[in-house]
């Protein structure tokens, strides 16, 4: 049973460029959780999926952000434009079905924006 | 408004001594469930526990114990004996069904050191 896998792991980019993260949760698990984490702060929830659609998006999640799940499978985090704010741990989670059943987290995604 | 609290941002103590964790909620839901997160210098978080809100009994597993107490809103995490691996920041969250989903709202973290 292979775990949640994020890529990739780090992410370098300038100001204002587009960069898009990819999250593969764990094969029988449909919900798919985005997170935010900055230094010395907990994880912020940004979006959820139940399969392919996409129930909730937090207000953290501006304009410049855009997720998907196109088969309920794997899903992308895409940040266009991209600001020195953005530098963050980008986290991924999954989980079943069951009634708030533990969410198992992706090592994440490091972006930092120069 | 849901919140999580872990007023100790870090703590500090010797090899084999015995570590409580601190974390308060709020919540006006009367179904939540919470949970311990451990987050090692690798940086994956990793689940310890989840806990309903209709299950106020204690546990244990091994060197862990939690502490859940309704009238103070605490859920509390103890390390027995502790160890260097167990040098990590540690996470309380609560989850609450809003909308259709799940979402964990985390405390801030209280990183835990263990010295040899």
């Known amino acids: 049973d292979t775990g949640v896998s994020q890529n990739p792991r780090h992410k370098i980019t300038k100001r204002g460029q587009n960069v898009t993260f990819r999250c593969d949760p764990i094969?029988?698990?449909?919900?798919l959780y985005w997170y935010r984490q900055t230094l010395g702060q907990g994880p912020e929830f940004l979006t959820y999926?139940?399969?392919?659609?996409?129930?909730?998006k937090s207000r953290l999640l501006s304009d410049r952000f855009s997720a998907e799940r196109p088969k309920g499978s794997f899903s992308t985090l895409e940040i266009q434009r991209t600001e020195q704010g953005d530098s963050a741990m980008y986290l991924c989670a999954s989980s079943l079905v069951q009634g708030a059943a533990e969410q198992y987290f992706g090592p994440g995604t490091r972006l930092t924006v120069t | 408004a849901q919140k999580v609290t872990q007023a100790q941002t870090e703590i500090s103590v010797v090899e084999k001594e015995d570590v409580t964790l601190d974390c308060v909620y709020e919540?006006?839901?009367?179904?939540?469930?919470l949970f311990w997160y451990k987050q090692p210098p690798s940086g994956e978080l990793v689940f310890l526990i989840r806990r309903n809100s209709f299950d106020e009994q204690n546990e244990i597993s091994g060197r862990y114990s939690w502490n859940f107490q309704k009238s103070t809103s605490s859920f509390n995490f103890t390390i027995t004996a502790s160890q260097v691996v167990d040098s990590a920041v540690y996470f309380c969250?609560?989850?609450?069904?809003?909308?259709?989903?799940?979402?964990?709202?985390f405390g801030k973290g209280t990183k835990l050191t263990v010295n040899p």
């Open positions: 919540t006006r839901d009367t179904t939540y469930y």
């Open positions: 999926f139940q399969n392919e659609a996409q129930l909730e």
């Open positions: 969250a609560l989850s609450f069904i809003q909308g259709g989903s799940e979402k964990l709202v």
């Open positions: 094969s029988e698990h449909n919900r």
